[in-house]
Structure formats: C-alpha cells, structure tokens
C-alpha cells in the first residue's frame, strides 16, 4: 500500500510517499481502508521534532481518518468488514491507503457524514467536547468565549455549545472566517484582529463576562482572557505556543479557575462517554464538519504548510 513515511524529523519535505507492507490486524485490531484522513497542527509539530513525546523512525503520521472496515482481529465485536468507520486515534499512523487501530478507537460513522466529515471528527471534536464538558464543566444556560472559531476545533465547540443551549461568542480574523462563525451557530463575532475587541464581551453577556473560554493561542490572549471572564469562570487552554505573563488578580476577584488539557490524559471511560455524544451528534445532524480544502495523499507536505496559516476555515483533508 502507499503510506507517507518520515525517516528524520524536519519541515514538510520530509514527508516521502512510499511503498509499504499491507498491516494485519491482531487480537482487538481493526484493519480500516481509508477513504480520508484529517490533518491536525499537531502532526506538524511532531514532524518537525517540537512535540513532547515523539515516535521512533521512521513513522507514519496522523490519528484521524475514515473509512470502511476491512479486516478484523479475534476478539473484535464493535464492527465488522464493511461497516462505515472513522478513527480517533491508529496504531499504525493515517497517511496511508490502509491503517490499523485498537477497536476502542474505531468508531461507526453515520451514512448521513461524508468520509471526508468523518476524518475530520477525531481530535478536533474530542478536544472540543473534552474541554466543554469535561474539564469546563459547561452548562446550557452559560456563556462561552471561543477563541478562533474558524479552525476544526473552533467549529467544533460552536456547534457542541449551540447544540447544548450555550450563547456563544467567537472570534475570527477575516470576513469569510467570521461569517462561518456565524453560520455555525456562534450568536456574536468578533474580529480578533482589532484593538480591544475583547472588551465587548461583557456588554455580549449582560455585563457579566464569560463563564466559559476556550484559548487556543494562551501565549497570546491568556492574560486579557481574565479580564473577559464572569464570577467563577474557566478558561481551558488548549494550544500554547510559548510563555505568557498573567496578573494572579484578575483570577483573585473572579474566584476564575485556569484549566490545562491534553487529550492522552482523558480515560478510557471519558473517551467512550465523548464519543457516545459525537456519534449521536453526527447521526441527528447537530454536528456537521466542516472541510476547508482536500488534498491527494501524495501532498501531505503542501496539507502541513496550509494547516499552519491563518484565516482558517475548517478542516484540511487529505485522501488516498
């Protein structure tokens, strides 16, 4: 099959298509014949060496794709060859024509979502719904601040919000981005282009601020973050790109809570409970990926350049 392979940690070129061994499910495997994969920032990062935790070489990249079934291990009852599938995480990497994963992380797709929508649900909505609900612990009624709505995360917690009876702000950086925002779900939209533009989040919430943000950049917005929270707000920080200096106080006055969250911490029963709302979602029609652009597997490395840039508008996906 081909698969892309990286043999050294470096920019995009590094990415090499090539020819490699069809994998074979083992005890609780299953074997998916992808029809697309998601593209996420943090297979970049992992590319190029930056990440935490890095795999040995040479490795196949990505965790999210969708598919139909085409083998499966002893031991498997959640699917069966030729169900319709996406994947929330592989054994085997996702830029391939085939990938293999543990049946915990193969979940059914509805026959009303595209492969390509199916690709694109496994890390952005799982960190969406995780950091709603999860480590926010939101609740229809509050409000919630979603930092770069435009991106495949930022979709996501629109819709996961407005489906939850939330009011949601979000912000964009371009017109286009803005009004996807909008046709999301999001009741306001800012353009976090602008000078001060979180200071029209208390007049959005009747003067009492966010009881939600979801930060997707903290190095830059952290601290002005707190300034936008209601009494006993939260922020989750999902995506950081370096340090940030705080004032301690603005967290004192509000009793605001700062909270972290990394995927791999989740437990399996927190993933199963996730992706039981995901699959409902998907089915009724409430969740609807978005796709930005999708590309031939053979252009992973010009997929790596695109979901770094700015004005995103959905998810980059690539096929087979």
Partial sequence: MKSIRVSEFGGPAVLKIETVSDPQPGDGQVLVRVHAVGVNPVETYIRAGQY????????TPGHDTAGVVEAVGSGVTRVKPGDRV?????????????????????????????????????????????????????????????????????????????????????????????????????????????????????????????????EMLANVNLGRDLGALSRKGRVVVIGSRGSVEINPRDTMGRDAAILGMALPNASPAEYASIHAALGAGLANGTLKPVIAATLPLSEAAQAHDKVLQSGARGKIVLTP
């Fill in 52 to 59: 935490a935790v890095l795999p040995d070489l040479p490795f």
């Fill in 86 to 214: 996406y994947t929330a995480g592989t054994l085997t990497g996702a830029y391939a024509e085939m990938t293999l994963a543990n049946q915990s992380t193969v979940h059914p797709l509805p026959d009303n979502v595209s492969f390509e929508q199916g690709a694109a649900v496994g890390v952005p909505y799982t960190t969406a719904y995780r950091a709603l609900f999860q480590r926010a612990q939101a609740r229809p009624g509050e409000s919630v601040l979603v930092h770069g709505a435009t991106g495949g995360v930022g979709i996501a917690a629109v819709q996961l919000a407005r489906a939850a009876g939330m009011r949601i702000v979000a912000t964009g950086g371009s017109d286009a981005g803005r009004k996807l925002a909008a046709e999301q779900g999001a009741h306001h939209v800012l353009d976090h282009a602008q000078e001060g533009y979180l200071d029209a989040v208390a007049s959005l919430t009747d003067g009492a601020g966010a009881n939600v943000i979801l």
